[in-house]
T-cell receptor, first 110, second 116 residues
Framework: GENVEQHPSTLSVQEGDSAVIKCTYSDSASNYFPWYKQELGKGPQLIIDIRSNVGEKKDQRIAVTLNKTAKHFSLHITETQPEDSAVYFCAASDGNQFYFGTGTSLTVIP | NAGVMQNPRHLVRRRGQEARLRCSPVKGHSHVYWYRQLPEEGLKFMVYLQKENIIDESGMPKERFSAEFPKEGPSILRIQQVVRGDSAAYFC??????????????FGEGSWLTVV
């Protein structure tokens, strides 16, 4: 089955700096890669996603890049704000189910 | 979370009791997924259901766990004879159609089960 690895597990940045979270996947059949943000005591919320026919996607301060050859994808958050502090999960899907990374706890220091 | 409703939000059960977790998908969504999240860990797939059918239960423990999504009413995740190791957050998600058709899944706020 698919194996998704996510790094780093924790990340602290100063407010206004950028944050980058990286994931790798193992199954070349995976073709859909969403990112979720989970705040304490809440469910994961979809923040951005990318499909395998696209190399990059941007939505305001958030961007995701995908390298199919190397089987890795990354989340980029620019101009970080304290409200960006949360746990971020990457996922890969082969069309049947989602496989999640182990999460990155992001802390934005004011 | 696009309207996925889960209840109860918090549930405490004694060892050996049964836990029933309910999930109402987003209106118009006919695909439901259950995930389990242990403390400090990621989300682990348990089961994928469409109305009245279990599509994929490869992540479901073979014993004590069952899931259903009847024609009418919410999806139910049932855990019989709970043990302390069942303590976790259980998340339900739904999608309008198959992931392979370009649909994505939206999560509910979760049900936190504590077994004492």
């Amino acid at each position: 089955g698919e194996n998704v690895e996510q790094h780093p597990s924790t990340l602290s940045v100063q407010e206004g700096d950028s944050a980058v979270i990286k994931c790798t996947y193992s199954d070349s059949a995976s073709n859909y890669f969403p990112w979720y943000k989970q705040e304490l005591g809440k469910g994961p919320q979809l923040i951005i996603d990318i499909r395998s026919n696209v190399g990059e996607k941007k939505d305001q301060r958030i961007a995701v890049t995908l390298n199919k050859t190397a089987k890795h994808f990354s989340l980029h958050i620019t101009e970080t704000q304290p409200e960006d502090s949360a746990v971020y999960f990457c996922a890969a899907s082969d069309g049947n189910q989602f496989y999640f990374g182990t999460g990155t706890s992001l802390t934005v220091i004011p | 979370n696009a309207g996925v409703m889960q209840n109860p939000r918090h549930l405490v059960r004694r060892r050996g009791q049964e836990a029933r977790l309910r999930c109402s998908p987003v209106k118009g969504h006919s695909h439901v997924y259950w995930y389990r999240q242990l403390p400090e860990e990621g989300l682990k797939f348990m089961v994928y259901l469409q109305k009245e059918n279990i599509i994929d239960e490869s992540g479901m423990p073979k014993e004590r766990f069952s899931a259903e999504f009847p024609k009418e009413g919410p999806s139910i995740l049932r855990i019989q004879q709970v043990v302390r190791g069942d303590s976790a957050a259980y998340f339900c998600a739904s999608s309008r159609g198959q992931i392979s058709s370009g649909n994505t899944i939206y999560f509910g706020e979760g049900s936190w089960l504590t077994v004492v």
